[in-house]
């Protein structure tokens, strides 16, 4: 079945525009202990919450802990002075990333809720925001058509990779891989740089209009790219070939995400709905229709491939669940 499995009205006093899971790797305990097993039960117990992130137009992020299908507010951080537009988690759970409008990247403890730092990163609009997949830096494009990447331990910028004149970059992605960053602009354009040599790798030219949202597929050998032309698209990241494009959405398509088994990605659209689709006929196997509003945000659990959560204009989070 696929079905809506929770739904949180008026999540945010505004439009949510941003969605993300955070789930706290269990500690490995070294030692080997027999100590009182009712203590270990409960630790493992704390241990297992999960987090959905949120950010919103209400200049804030909110942190709910997710349990049985249902959300809790766990934090609601203040500090931006604008809207909210990309949060992110590193791989562990541990911390989270947001940017603003207010030019400002900040990152936040999830379990206490505490500012680690943030970086003023001058008179620019950063858009999307991420981790790399060793949790040692966090991306972030730019007005510029540059992609920085600054050190998620004190903020400091490490690295910078030129699109070589590009345009306002909307949407970043790092590859589980670790060798690739794909940037999506204003214009259409799409780069992929060789993090390693630092370097453009390859630049994709299917779209004519801005690219909102992009991902990698789990093994890092696919890109899929959402766009405001309405269509996705799935690139082969070797030879840059489109592998496959994608219609159905009446709108702007707003997000993108992979299933973690790589079978089925998902899509949020300006036209309300959320569809599922399958990786190896490229076909829509279910459309969701449980937003009133444009759907900003949707994000594929980390390890579950039948749960999927979006967020929407319409001021609501919605948790889906779906066949495997």
């Excluded at 891989?177 to 214009?187: E, L, Q």
């Excluded at 399958?278 to 444009?294: K, P, V």
Aim: overall charge negative.
């Amino acid at each position: 079945m696929y079905s809506l499995i929770h739904k949180t009205e008026n999540a945010h006093e505004d439009s949510i525009w941003t969605c993300a899971w955070g789930c706290p790797k269990k500690k490995k305990d070294t030692t080997i202990d027999n100590e009182d097993s009712r203590d270990s039960m409960h630790s493992n117990d704390d241990e297992s919450s999960e987090y959905v992130i949120t950010g919103s137009v209400d200049d804030t992020v909110k942190v709910w802990e997710h349990q049985n299908g249902s959300l809790k507010l766990k934090h609601k951080l203040t500090g931006h002075s604008l809207g909210v537009v990309s949060v992110a988690v590193n791989s562990d759970g541990t911390k989270c990333a947001s940017s603003s409008l207010d030019s400002s990247l900040r990152v936040w403890d999830l379990e206490s809720g505490e500012k680690i730092f943030s970086i003023e990163v001058g008179p620019v609009d950063i858009w999307t925001v991420c981790f790399s997949p060793d949790d040692k830096y966090i991306v972030s494009g730019s007005h510029a058509g540059k992609i920085h990447l600054y050190s998620a331990e004190n903020g400091k910028q490490e690295q910078s990779l030129d699109t070589r004149g590009g345009k306002f970059t909307l949407s970043v992605a790092y590859s589980p891989d670790g060798k690739y960053i794909a940037s999506g602009a204003i214009d259409g354009i799409i780069n992929i740089f060789d993090v390693a040599y630092g370097k453009v790798l390859q630049t994709l030219e299917g779209h004519a209009m801005p690219i909102r949202s992009l991902c990698f597929s789990p093994d890092s050998q696919l890109l899929l790219t959402a766009s405001d032309d309405s269509h996705m698209k799935l690139y082969d990241i070797k030879d840059a070939n489109v592998a496959g494009t994608m219609s159905g959405h009446a709108a702007w398509v707003l997000g993108v995400t992979f299933a973690p088994d790589g079978q089925k990605f998902a899509s949020s659209s300006s036209d309300h709905t959320v569809k599922v689709w399958e990786l190896a006929q490229r076909q829509c196997l279910h459309t969701f229709r449980e937003h009133t509003d444009q759907v900003w945000g949707v994000k594929y659990h980390p390890s579950k491939s039948n749960l999927l959560l979006s967020v929407a204009e319409d001021k609501a989070i919605n948790l889906y669940e779906h066949p495997e």
